[in-house]
């Protein structure tokens, strides 16, 4: 259930992803470029690429570790990615939204990799 929430959850940056880039585009501004990117790297393919992990291994996605990476991933994300939007407007006073997403979102990848290489056992025949 976790794996396939993850890759519901991406589709949606996918499209949030693709229409930003698609409206850069169009206006020729380009300004956005770095959510553009974070939302499609850290949005749609990681998060896609983590939900594939918890659906193809189910005892990986009922851990306390994949449940708290889900939540810090997909709380931190769109705060960094606001943030970061008007950052790059030139709006400085949003900087800490900047960084502390960014730290939380770092902290749940962390995560996400202890659970892979502590919880993940090659299933027996």
């Known amino acids: 259930m976790l794996g396939i929430q ?20 169009i206006t020729h501004s380009y300004t956005l470029t770095p959510v553009h990117v974070h939302i499609n790297l850290l949005g749609w393919t990681a998060m896609t690429l983590a939900g594939i992990l918890y659906h193809l291994f189910p005892q990986i996605a009922v851990t306390k570790l994949a449940k708290t990476h889900f939540w810090l991933h997909n709380i ?21 939204f ?12 962390i995560l996400f990799a202890l659970n892979i290489l502590v919880k993940l056992k090659p299933q027996k025949t």
């Open 98 to 109: 900047v960084a502390v997403g960014g730290t939380v979102l770092v902290l749940a990848i």
């Open 6 to 25: 993850l890759i519901r959850i991406s589709v949606v940056y996918f499209v949030v992803g693709a229409c930003l880039g698609l409206g850069m585009s």
């Open 76 to 96: 931190s994300l769109p705060l960094m990615m606001a943030g970061l939007a008007f950052v790059v407007n030139g709006n400085d006073a949003l900087i800490p």
